[in-house]
């Protein structure tokens, strides 16, 4: 089933926002370039954190290496704590550990020699995952931004997004989606206004809707509220 394939080689993200703990880079191109979006500039990989530079680091990917470069980056790339030069490429080795602005984003190399050698989880590895698009939120002019594409959203659609996005990776409360999305319903401060759970639900399906595939990163946790991945 496997015939021909003699590697599967992926970078696993151990920190990096917007990106998911656990996140799967698969390196199938020659070259991926990883940073921060802003305006036109869009990296393969996008981190949102403002220490990592536009253009960062970059991997190269031949049959017979994968290799890293700082592409003279504000705050650095370490491969196992050791600072790269600028521009000057480091052969990276199964398991080393990248780090980029001093633990803004954290990833590891990940390489399976053989496919016969090693007992995959189906859609890992073996079946690289789809790239999340990264969210990136303006809140001056309240617009949500799928990469490049702007996403139409609903005030109360903009209002748990945006309250969601701030947690990122945490648990917000029922209580709390309510006074913040339907702030009109509260008859006194600090009254948790009064909104079934149908409306919550429909709400948040219309909004993974409007999400896409990035839509699956909202959980709804049974009992307790929602959160972003």
Not at 13 to 26: A, H, M, Q, R, V
Not at 74 to 97: A, I, M, R, Y
Not at 149 to 154: E, G, N, P, T
Not at 198 to 205: A, F, H, K, T
């Given at each position: 089933m496997y015939e021909g394939v003699s590697m599967v080689r992926y970078l696993l993200l151990e920190k990096?926002?917007?990106y998911p703990t656990g996140f799967k880079i698969p390196l199938n191109k020659a070259v991926i370039l990883l940073g921060r979006s802003a305006n036109a500039h869009q990296p393969d990989i996008s981190f949102d954190n403002p220490f990592i530079s536009r253009s960062?680091?970059?991997?190269?990917?031949?049959?017979?290496?994968?290799?890293?470069?700082?592409?003279?980056?504000?705050?650095?790339t370490e491969v196992n704590n050791s600072p790269l030069e600028p521009s000057l490429p480091v052969t990276l080795k199964p398991q080393d550990?990248?780090?980029?602005?001093?633990?803004?984003?954290?990833?590891?190399l990940c390489m399976l020699n053989s496919i016969a050698d090693e007992t995959l989880e189906i859609g890992t590895a073996a079946f690289p995952a789809a790239p999340i698009t990264p969210i990136r939120l303006d809140p001056h002019k309240r617009q949500c931004l799928l990469g490049t594409q702007?996403?139409?959203?609903s005030p109360k659609e903009w209002s748990l997004l945006s309250l969601l996005h701030n947690r990122h990776s945490k648990i917000v409360s029922l209580s709390e989606i309510k006074s913040t999305v339907w702030p009109e319903r509260q008859n006194s401060p600090g009254q948790i206004?009064?909104?079934?759970?149908?409306?919550?639900?429909?709400?948040i399906y219309r909004l993974r809707q409007k999400?896409?595939?990035?839509?699956?990163?909202?959980?709804?946790?049974?009992?307790?509220?929602?959160?972003?991945?």
């Amino acid at each position: 089933m496997y015939e021909g394939v003699s590697m599967v080689r992926y970078l696993l993200l151990e920190k990096g926002s917007p990106y998911p703990t656990g996140f799967k880079i698969p390196l199938n191109k020659a070259v991926i370039l990883l940073g921060r979006s802003a305006n036109a500039h869009q990296p393969d990989i996008s981190f949102d954190n403002p220490f990592i530079s536009r253009s960062h680091c970059s991997v190269a990917v031949s049959e017979a290496a994968v290799e890293i470069t700082d592409l003279a980056s504000k705050h650095g790339t370490e491969v196992n704590n050791s600072p790269l030069e600028p521009s000057l490429p480091v052969t990276l080795k199964p398991q080393d550990c990248i780090s980029l602005a001093h633990g803004a984003a954290i990833l590891r190399l990940c390489m399976l020699n053989s496919i016969a050698d090693e007992t995959l989880e189906i859609g890992t590895a073996a079946f690289p995952a789809a790239p999340i698009t990264p969210i990136r939120l303006d809140p001056h002019k309240r617009q949500c931004l799928l990469g490049t594409q702007a996403i139409a959203l609903s005030p109360k659609e903009w209002s748990l997004l945006s309250l969601l996005h701030n947690r990122h990776s945490k648990i917000v409360s029922l209580s709390e989606i309510k006074s913040t999305v339907w702030p009109e319903r509260q008859n006194s401060p600090g009254q948790i206004p009064s909104v079934g759970a149908e409306e919550i639900n429909l709400l948040i399906y219309r909004l993974r809707q409007k999400l896409g595939s990035t839509g699956s990163r909202i959980k709804s946790i049974r009992g307790s509220g929602c959160m972003l991945e």
